[in-house]
């Protein structure tokens, strides 16, 4: 069983759409943070959320952590093709050693011109 | 700062031979994670140190994976023998001690085993 559910799986839209995926747990998370990771390169830090029911804007994506501290969402505006990528949820548990991140499956996303 | 270097970027090997993969972490980072990828599986760590010493390698699947960092700026995951099913992205990533740091990634070694 994944410990960070990620949905949807794999999302197509078109250029200009908006779009909303989600990271969920039934564990507590002390922090969760997003990546995006394109093709042949490492996934890279997009946003960690720390404190539940925290917001934050990074231009046209905005990422929110829940009350209970166990999901979160990612919420692009008018897409554009350049956010085509893999996006991984990742969370260090509240009892885990500091630095372990369990990673979500990820959403691969498709944005065509 | 050159982020975290991984070599070599590609390496096919032939079932049952030893594979050795590289890391140099970014600079005064002190804890050291190796991640292997696959569709199948998604991102998986593998083992991680802190201050040069491992602290968590449950996710090692084998004891033909290990891994030894005998420095701060340098750590090697080594595989013997290997098996197809080792046939992955292995990533190396970096950060400082805590959990809200960031983790910031390589750009991976893909490992193909024939």
């Known amino acids: 069983t994944q410990l960070l559910e990620q949905s949807p799986q794999f999302l197509s839209i078109q250029e200009g759409e908006n779009l909303t995926v989600y990271c969920n747990s039934s564990?507590?998370?002390?922090?969760l943070q997003w990546y995006r990771q394109e093709p042949g390169e490492g996934p890279v830090l997009l946003v960690t959320?720390?404190?539940?029911?925290e917001v934050k804007k990074l231009k046209r994506l905005t990422f929110q952590f829940g009350d209970a501290r166990k999901d979160s969402s990612l919420h692009i505006t008018a897409a554009q093709p350049g956010d085509t990528g893999l996006y991984l949820c990742a969370g260090v548990l509240i009892d885990t050693n500091a630095g372990k991140s369990t990673f979500g499956d990820g959403t691969t996303l498709t944005v065509k011109p | 700062d050159a982020g975290v270097i991984q070599s070599p970027r590609h390496e096919v090997t032939e079932m049952g031979q030893e594979v050795t993969l590289r890391c140099k972490p970014i600079s005064g980072h002190n804890s050291l994670f190796w991640y292997r990828q696959t569709m199948m599986r998604g991102l998986e760590l593998l083992i991680y140190?802190?201050?040069?010493?491992?602290?968590?390698d449950s996710g090692m699947p084998e004891d033909r994976f290990s891994a030894k960092m005998p420095n701060a700026s340098f750590s090697t995951l080594k595989i013997q023998p290997s098996e197809p099913r080792d046939s992955a992205v292995y990533f190396c990533?970096?950060?400082?001690?805590?959990?809200?740091?960031?983790?910031?990634f390589g750009n991976g070694t893909r490992l193909t085993v024939t």
């Open positions: 140190f802190n201050n040069n010493v491992p602290i968590d």
């Open positions: 564990s507590v998370f002390s922090s």
């Open positions: 959320v720390v404190t539940g029911g």
């Open positions: 990533a970096s950060t400082t001690t805590g959990g809200r740091s960031p983790l910031h």
